[in-house]
């Protein structure tokens, strides 16, 4: 159909923040050994470099809302692309660790708001019946941006000093901001943002009629309705009747994190030389993770939207704690034999990727009210990523101190309890409007009938 083409396309150049995400993210992974070298740096102070993104990040995610809903989501993401660009060539040329510092800690302010305002717009634009798959293009972005960065860093590694290698590895993200900064000008402003912040009723409609022209009237009315009925153009995101959002988006945005992803993203070379592969082996096993994840990825969009949110998550959930409990046992056993942590840490990509990495961003986007929709997503981004932060800062520390097996441990028990929260709490949201699900989480007397499936 050609009005979903069209917001296709909107949302694939809108998840190219994604992509710069990923790539972002992982990049580090091939440097941070050479880096650690390079300014001669502690555990503690190469935990600190590349936890210092992810402080941005937090920061981003945490303040992402205010210009999202002042600005406007399209103005917001131009800008993150600004901030994408500068972190990647200042970086590059970054002439002491402490420039270097300030520049990541740019580059993770840039990812933090990206991860709010993306899902956000994409969630407004898009079909109920197809939110769930258009949504999870940003994760899907994030994923190639992590499986081509490993790419790059391999390729880069073997042909370029390591002295310049880290570099080149750093700066090739400008490319794709580029890209994002010349694109971002062909897609409209969020419909339901210029409704609600703007009151810019006509043009918002003009934008719907391009969506889905039979129900372009009906669904204006429906968001000016739930509009009128707010109790206040400025609404506090801390009121009991959001309780709920709160705690579903609180939970997913933890459990995303604690299920132990960016130590592996992060340090995934690091944790395979431990077992006795070489460096040039432990990235050449870093594709294969990324390629993994994103072929998951990809089966997890086709499902999304068939099955819901809630059975990938009860999937994944089950798989993870497996796996994870399977890593934790050879590092207590140095148990290494036959790549044994190797496979199981692709297996574990294959069960995350399916489960709540094509989920997350989806069910926070989802969840939250249109009134507070940005302020919601800022909470569950500023959730998910000071966790991931800890994560990252402690993660080289333990493993020095040989509490590897213990950390995975950790994440092993943080799983079983996600289980037990998919299971007994989280609400399914497949197929529902954005109204509906409003209409949902503000209505405490809805039984569970309405909020899980039992097919």
Known sequence: MKYLDKVYIWSLVIAIGGFLFGFDTAVISGAEQTIQHYWDLSSIQIGFTVSIAIIGTVIGA????????????????????????????GTAFSTNWELFLVLRFIGGIAVGVSCVVAPIYISEISPADSRG????????????????????????????????????????????????????????????????????????KAIFSQI?????????????????????????????????PIVFAGLIAFFNQVAGINA???????????????????????IGIGLVNFIFTLIA???????GRRKLMLVGSIGLVVTLGLISRSFYLQDFGNLLVVILLLIY????????????????????????????QSLGSFINWASA???AFLFPVLVARGHTGGTFLFFTIMMVLQLIFVIRFMPETKGKSLEQIESYVLEEENSKQQVYETK
């Open 62 to 89: 945490l303040t992402g809302g205010t210009p999202s809903d002042s600005l406007g989501r399209k103005k917001t993401l131009f800008f993150i692309a600004v901030l994408y660009l500068l972190s990647s060539i």
């Open 133 to 204: 798959r258009l949504v999870a293009l940003f994760q899907f972005n994030v994923v190639v941006g992590i499986l081509l960065a490993y790419v790059s860093n391999y390729f880069i590694s073997i042909w370029l000093p390591g002295n310049i290698a880290w570099r080149v590895m750093l700066g090739i993200l400008a490319i794709p901001s580029l890209i994002l900064l010349i694109c971002i000008r062909f897609v409209p402003e969020s419909p339901r943002w210029l409704i609600l912040k703007k009151n810019h009723i006509d043009e918002a």
């Open 212 to 244: 889905d022209p039979q129900e372009a009237n009906n669904i204006v009315k429906t968001i000016i309705n739930h509009k009128e009925n707010a109790e206040s153009p400025k609404v506090s995101l801390w009121q009991k009747k959001y309780l709920a």
């Open 264 to 286: 592996i993203i992060y340090y995934a070379p690091r944790i395979i030389e431990m077992t006795g592969l070489g460096k040039s082996a432990s990235l050449l096993s870093t």
């Open 301 to 307: 969009m086709n499902f999304i939207d068939r099955i």
């Open 349 to 376: 990509i294959a069960f995350f990727a399916f489960s709540q990495g094509a989920v997350v961003w989806v069910f926070i986007s989802e969840i939250f009210p249109n009134q507070v929709r940005a302020k919601g």
């Open 389 to 391: 932060a800890l994560i």
